[in-house]
């Protein structure tokens, strides 16, 4: 019984891990997305640069996929811990080599 | 034995998949994006055309007689079966014989641009005509060739002048006609008068467009054409209803990959910042990477696009922003049609090297490319990323917004 529970939470992480490195990396690019757009509504103001934050408001939507996700994942018994480790085999999909990872994991101030 | 084991486990724990999920949300994102964008009901793009005109418009766009050899018509190229347009990459004005691959096979004048749709042409707000915006009535006064000598004041009737005066388009290119290469106005109008003299002798025609223009048969000038076709052609062709505005302003349901990729449409693929307004063109003018198929209307493989009328550095390899209607029967896509497959075309706005094969280029084409490259930098498509799952449902979506004409064209004699 004790076996059980890690067998069955690996088996969820395994079936829904390709989901969610493509949300996580989707919610990423949306938010760094946004994140540039309203800069540049505040940098360089004009019709064009606000007509780029509502599509990149727009883009967000992502994260709410992202969002439910989780929570959804938290239902079937994942715990944070388990996420995190989702969210990390995410991120190695992504990364091609050690700079990747550096990139990442590195202490900035 | 790893693939059963996965089997297994999906039937055991099933996908907590997301999709699907906060419809209701994403739909009224849409609805809301769609407006904001400029979208408005189709009766608010229509121009009420007289029965008449249609009538006598419909026989001069079918007919051969438009052609001063009387080689070709507008039916020739604006076919049903390919969306009002052709269906091969340049096309192919005198000399030219059948329709899609039949007739780039059978040689003929080659005109180097993509044959243009109708959709939408002529009705309220759509000013500015061709790839290049050589009628632009955008701004006051009116540019076109006719340089302030303009025909009409109507500038899709300006622009319906312009193709019975191309050589090689409608004109054949041979040596008798060399007087006309110049395109001047003067010759123009010289043509024009034996073009409007032969469709007003014409038993058929010349009493439709004597009905349409109010006037006795032996006045009739060649304006009285254009506007019959510029009528025709507006009415047949008006925007329609599609599934996309029943979804805006009718409350309808999308599916589930339409909403998605209209979410894109509007949001992440950035489209929505050039492919807006009542005809999902800003009619201003942009630079798309696209690969360049044929000569280019500024040969080796090079088209400056707007640059070509306005001689504005700021405007190389920029073309107007193709409105969308029936985008998806309407292919091959691009200035120079070079891109058959509408995902092939969408990704070319956000990655174009993963459409263009440098290899396959000379290295005048690649250089071309690589200043278009160079204007596409600045376009908000640059710096997205699309995936596959994602271009498809773009694609998807697009599909929406298809609808059909009121009547069929065939060309005649």
Same mark, same amino acid.
């Given at each position: 019984m004790a076996l059980a529970q890690p067998l069955w939470k690996l088996g969820v992480m395994r079936v829904n891990q390709t989901q969610f490195s493509d949300l996580t990396y989707k919610c990423d690019l949306a938010m760094r997305g946004h994140m540039i757009a309203k800069l540049d509504v505040g940098q360089r103001p004009s019709e064009q640069s606000v007509a780029e934050l509502r599509a990149a408001e727009i883009e967000l939507i992502a994260c709410q996929d992202y969002d439910l996700m989780r929570k959804r994942l938290g239902r079937w018994g994942l715990s944070d811990n388990e996420l995190s480790e989702m969210a990390l085999v995410a991120i190695e999909d992504r990364a091609s080599d050690l700079r990747e990872v550096v990139r990442i994991h590195e202490i900035r101030y | 034995m790893r693939y059963a084991t996965s089997a297994l486990i999906v039937l055991a724990f099933g996908s907590v998949a997301v999709a699907g999920s906060g419809d209701h949300l994403r739909s009224e994102v849409l609805r809301k994006a769609a407006l904001s964008a400029g979208l408005v009901p189709p009766e608010d793009t229509h121009i009420f055309v007289p029965p008449s005109q249609i009538a006598a418009g419909r026989l001069v766009f079918q007919s051969? $007689?438009? *052609?001063l050899e009387n080689e070709i018509a507008c039916a020739s190229c604006h076919l049903d079966r390919f969306g009002s347009a052709d269906g091969i990459p340049n096309a192919i004005g005198t000399d030219g014989r059948g329709e899609g691959t039949s007739r780039l096979m059978n040689g003929g004048d080659i005109i180097p641009r993509n044959a243009m749709p109708f959709w939408g042409r002529g009705g309220k707000g759509f000013d500015t005509f061709f790839w290049d915006g050589r #009628?632009? /009535? *955008? #701004?006051?006064p009116m540019k076109s060739q =006719?340089?302030? +000598? +303009? !025909? *009409? @004041?109507?500038p899709f009737v300006v622009a319906v002048h312009l193709p019975p005066v191309e050589i090689g388009e409608m004109i054949l290119d041979v040596n008798s006609n060399q007087s006309l290469q110049r395109e001047s106005v003067a010759s123009a109008q010289a043509v024009y008068g034996l073009l409007a003299a032969r469709l007003r002798d014409d038993p058929v025609i010349g009493p439709a467009l004597a009905s349409a223009s109010g006037k006795i048969r032996s006045e009739i000038e060649f304006v009285d054409v254009a506007e019959a076709i510029a009528g025709f052609i507006r009415h047949n062709f008006r925007v329609k209803p599609t599934r996309f505005h029943d979804f805006v302003f009718s409350d309808a349901s999308l599916m589930p990959d339409e909403l998605a990729g209209g979410l894109l449409f509007y949001g $992440?693929?950035?489209? *929505?910042?050039?492919?807006?307004?009542p005809y999902f063109s800003d009619m201003r003018f942009h630079a798309i990477a696209f690969p360049q198929a044929g000569f280019g209307r500024n040969g080796f493989g090079v088209d400056y696009g707007r640059f070509n009328v306005t001689q504005d550095v700021d405007d190389l390899y920029k073309f107007r922003t193709p409105p969308l209607y029936n985008v998806s029967k309407?292919? !091959?896509?691009s200035h120079s049609g070079s891109v058959y497959r509408l995902e092939d075309a969408i990704r070319s706005h956000v990655d174009p090297l993963a459409v263009a094969d440098a290899g396959s280029m000379s290295a005048a084409e690649r250089a071309g490319f690589y200043g278009a490259l160079k204007h596409w930098?600045? @376009? /908000? /498509? =640059?710096?997205v990323h699309l995936d596959e799952v994602e271009i498809s449902q773009l694609s998807t979506f697009l599909r929406t917004l298809e609808y059909d004409s009121d009547q069929p064209v065939i060309e005649t004699e």
């Open positions: - | 051969r $007689k438009l *052609s #009628v632009d /009535a *955008s #701004v006051t =006719f340089a302030g +000598e +303009e !025909p *009409s @004041e109507d $992440k693929g950035r489209c *929505s910042a050039c492919h807006n307004g309407t292919a !091959p896509y930098v600045d @376009e /908000a /498509a =640059f710096g």
